[in-house]
Structure formats: structure tokens, C-alpha cells
């Protein structure tokens, strides 16, 4: 068994993150190999955070729905109950990286505003 959403999710951040890490990447790949459709495919691929945001959740309610139709009896119901608590966490991750990164541009923002109006430039037009 393999936690198809969490390898998935870390190649979307390595695209993300610019991350060349041959090693983690091939790792990920294998674990997904046969794997590789629907929201695990676009979650994978995903080149923006939204993009991560978006096919994360999808992925989310695909496991939430394989949870529920699993016999609790099953040997495999407590590992897919784990995944599950495991990609929540890492949603929760992936919002909090998001948020991270829009204060870091609104800092950058409020530093420029704050340069122009300590240092004004005139306009030559």
C-alpha cells in the first residue's frame, strides 16, 4: 500500500518549489507508477499551489468516499482511515504555505509603498 495523495503532493511541490532532487522525484514516480490518473495525476503535474490546493482536495474526497465504502472489518481500514487523517494534515500544510507566501507579498508590497513615500520620485511627463 501507498500513500498515492502524499507522493503525489510532493511532486506537485517540487514543481512548485523548482525542487531538482532526482533522488525524491524518482522515489515519488515509482511509488505512483500505475497510479498516475484522475486527481492523483493532476495533483502530481500541479505547477501552482492553487493548482495543489485544487487537485489535493479532489484527491481528498476520492479517498473520503473509498473510506467510506470500506468494510471496517477490512485489514485494510485502519491504514486508508490513516492516510486520510495524514493528506488532511498536509492540506491543512499546503493552506498554511499559501497564506505564508501571500503575507510574504504583501510585506513586499508595504516595503515598496513605504520606500516610494520615504524616498518620492517625480514624474518627468
Known amino acids: 500500500m501507498s500513500c498515492y495523495e502524499l507522493e503525489a503532493l510532493r511532486l506537485g511541490l517540487m514543481n512548485v518549489l523548482g ?3 532526482s533522488h525524491a522525484r ?3 514516480e515509482n511509488e505512483l507508477e500505475g497510479h498516475l490518473e484522475g486527481p492523483i495525476e ?3 503535474g500541479a505547477d501552482s499551489l492553487a ?3 485544487r487537485h489535493l482536495d479532489a484527491a481528498l474526497v476520492d479517498l473520503e468516499a473509498t473510506v467510506a465504502e470500506t468494510d471496517a472489518h477490512d485489514p ?3 491504514y486508508l482511515r490513516g ?3 495524514a ?3 498536509a492540506e491543512r500544510s499546503v493552506r498554511r504555505l499559501r497564506v505564508q507566501g501571500e503575507d510574504v507579498l504583501d510585506g513586499l508590497g508595504e516595503a515598496h509603498d513605504v520606500l516610494h513615500e ?6 518627468d511627463a
Do not use: N
Open 51 to 53: 493548482a495543489i490546493e
Open 26 to 28: 524518482d522515489h515519488a
Open 42 to 44: 493532476a495533483l502530481a
Open 87 to 89: 493528506v488532511r494534515d
Open 118 to 123: 520615504t524616498f518620492p520620485v517625480e514624474d
Open 76 to 78: 485494510e481500514y485502519d
Open 83 to 85: 492516510r486520510l487523517v
Open 19 to 21: 525542487t531538482e532532487d
